[in-house]
């Protein structure tokens, strides 16, 4: 039983496949012929992850289409009333010969199919498995193993299922990030960075002014890289959340880099917590901002006063986007000073933070 529940952890964290762990629960059940399966009680769909023997594609078909007929007669009479606790089933197309609320138990024709619903949000999945029984003297010690088995599988698939979930998630948040127009550096406790989008990775390339190195990153003069860590250990240890340091990093010919260091909250950790370290940098070579239509519908600006908004988020200066909009400094003052009311921040920093974390996520 510790090498199946080991080979149940292994195919949980990616380790082994579930082909790998079928075989060794053939094995803990001195069976030859053995499949197992998600079945999704809602939809009524089925996805086979492993099978051993069992070469008949018929007794395979059989044993799926008595989890998706039982699907009809899983109703609510057998579940007790109040929240449900775990569930689990034994699925077949005989009468029940022992019946508990956590276990219905059925023989099958030749086999036995048992599932147990995955622990989960939402509408989990079960997990069945199906065995050949070729001696009916040996189904009721079959019987007993699977249901010490069962919950091993179970575990390990929930596991799967959270850690390819969170990867899923984690792959369409770093996607997103690789379409903003600024570059996002985030960094562990240590001040390593742990995630570079696409924009600061290409940034970090022309090596000019800016990089990502090995232990964090770093600016071309010895005064911006000074301001740069400073700016980072402060936000590293700041009490108070959120920490905002704006910096200008020089380079070679082209116009300096607007940098943005800050702290943002960490939702899992709870309140009182520092959160972690991160930097937007943008570059006024590559003058492209978040879309002013857009800011205006999230933050609920006018289209007069998103522009600018969107513009000074891009590191344009107040003097470029007067010029830019055809309007006097004063008008773009006052256009500000309406987008901070609306938003409830008290400086173009905090204005412009509340753009960048709120269109990246990171944020």
């Known amino acids: 039983m ?42 009524g769909a089925l996805d086979l992850l492993a099978q051993i023997g069992l070469r008949d594609p018929d007794r395979v078909e ?3 289409a008595i989890a998706q007929k039982m699907a009809v007669r899983w109703g609510d009479a057998a579940r007790p009333a109040g929240p449900r606790p775990s569930r689990r089933l034994a699925l ?7 019946v508990r609320w956590n276990s219905l138990q059925e023989a099958v024709a030749d086999g036995y199919l048992a599932g147990m619903e995955v622990a989960g949000a939402g509408d989990p999945p079960w997990l069945c498995i199906g065995v050949d029984i070729a001696d ?13 088995v069962l919950p091993h599988l179970c575990r390990a698939a929930e596991i799967s299922r959270c850690l390819r979930a969170a990867t899923e998630r984690s792959s369409f948040s770093d996607a997103l990030c690789d379409r903003l127009p600024f570059g996002v550096v985030r960094f562990d406790r240590g001040a390593a960075v742990i995630y570079s989008n696409a924009e600061a990775e290409r940034i970090s390339r022309l090596r000019d002014g800016f990089m990502i190195v090995s232990r964090g990153v770093r600016a071309a003069s ?25 910096l200008t990093l020089k380079r070679g010919k082209a116009r300096s880099y607007r940098v943005l260091v800050t702290t943002i909250s960490d939702v899992h950790r709870g309140e ?31 289209a007069a006063e998103a522009k600018v908004v969107a ?28 987008a901070m009311g609306k938003t409830g921040t008290n400086s173009q920093v905090a204005l412009v933070r509340l753009v960048l974390t709120s269109f990246s996520p990171v944020g």
């Open 311 to 338: 513009r000074l988020a891009g590191g344009t200066s107040l003097p470029e986007i007067a010029a830019d909009l055809k309007v006097s400094i004063n008008t773009v003052r006052t256009l500000l000073a309406r």
């Open 92 to 98: 077949g197309a005989s009468s029940v010969k022992t």
């Open 62 to 64: 059989a044993y799926l």
């Open 136 to 148: 009916p003297m040996e189904a009721d010690g079959i019987q007993d193993k699977i249901e010490r």
């Open 2 to 43: 510790d090498e199946l529940v080991l080979a149940a952890y292994d195919v949980a964290v990616g380790l082994a496949g579930w082909r790998q762990l079928a075989a060794t629960v053939a094995a803990a059940l001195d069976c030859k012929n053995l499949l197992i399966f998600l079945f999704d009680e809602r939809s």
């Open 222 to 246: 010895s005064a911006d890289d000074a301001a740069l860590q400073g700016a980072i250990r402060e936000a590293m240890v700041a009490s108070k959340i959120p920490f905002t340091r704006w």
């Open 272 to 302: 009182g917590n520092i959160g972690f370290c991160a930097l937007f940098i943008t570059d006024p070579e590559r003058p492209a901002t978040i879309g002013a239509e857009i800011i205006a519908d999230a933050l609920g600006l006018t």
